[in-house]
């Protein structure tokens, strides 16, 4: 298991240190894939979202390893203190740096002022995804059991969009929706079960284990799974190969 961690953070370093150099290089084209390039990183992915997306499990997995070298973020962080029964010192004060160095890094590169105007100024009159989201569903109203099909998303739903969706929309950037629509409701419950069921046994792992590796990748477990139940509701990261593995 701990190869297994190290493997996948080894992977998400290798692709930060090639995405971001890359970003800012100014060239043309992608070293490797040579694909149109912009400074915006992408890492090796087609997608920038994709990117960041694979990013973020795999610091959830470096998260747990570093809970596990402490023998033993966020709100998951401040509900592992609370839950985790066998807690030291010294993971209080990793869970509360790792706050503090993120407001740093937002503060110091973004501005935190900045963030806060994008948050202000976005607005669901700019964005069409919210109208793929209300289209969609007369899909599934239309096959509630078996769904259009797997992959069927970019032909199925050209029968029921709307003319204010001017976009070309290949995938819905809802993962909810799209597995609703192309598998239908009883496999998409039947699949967020096995989800659920899988972050219930980290939670309890975070609990009840004593051993500090299992505690660690109960933590990196949950709060991926979070992560991704979050990130899942716009955008479409459960179509990428790298994400779903």
Not at 96 to 104: C, F, K, N, P
Not at 200 to 225: C, D, E, K, P, Y
Request: net charge neutral.
């Amino acid at each position: 298991m701990k190869t297994l961690a190290l493997a996948i953070v080894i992977a998400g370093t290798f692709q930060a240190f090639y995405g971001v150099p890359q970003a800012l290089s100014g060239s043309d084209t992608s070293w490797i894939l040579g694909m149109p390039n912009s400074r915006i990183a992408t890492g090796g992915f087609v997608y920038k979202n994709h990117f960041g997306n694979f990013l973020a499990p795999c610091l959830c997995i470096g998260i747990g390893l570093l809970i596990a070298s402490l023998t033993i973020v966020g709100v998951l962080g401040l509900l592992g203190l609370l839950i985790m029964r066998h807690k030291s010192r010294s993971l209080t004060v990793l869970l509360a740096s790792l706050l503090v160095i993120d407001l740093m890094i937002v503060s110091s590169c973004f501005g935190l002022e900045k963030v806060k105007t994008q948050l202000e100024e976005t607005a669901l009159t700019q964005e069409t995804r919210d109208e793929v989201v209300q289209y969609g569903q007369e899909l599934i109203r239309q096959h509630p059991l078996a769904g259009t099909g797997n992959g069927t998303f970019y032909s199925s739903y050209q029968s029921v969009n709307g003319p204010d969706v001017t976009g070309y929309y290949d995938f819905a950037h809802n993962d909810y929706l799209q597995f609703a629509l192309e598998f239908g409701l009883p496999m998409t419950l039947l699949l967020g079960v096995l989800v659920l069921w899988s972050l219930w046994h980290a939670l309890v792992a975070l609990r009840t284990r004593r051993n500090s590796l299992l505690q660690g990748m109960g933590f990196a477990a949950a709060m991926a799974i979070l992560a991704e139940l979050i990130m899942l509701l716009t955008d479409f990261h459960l179509q990428a190969p790298a994400t779903t593995v």
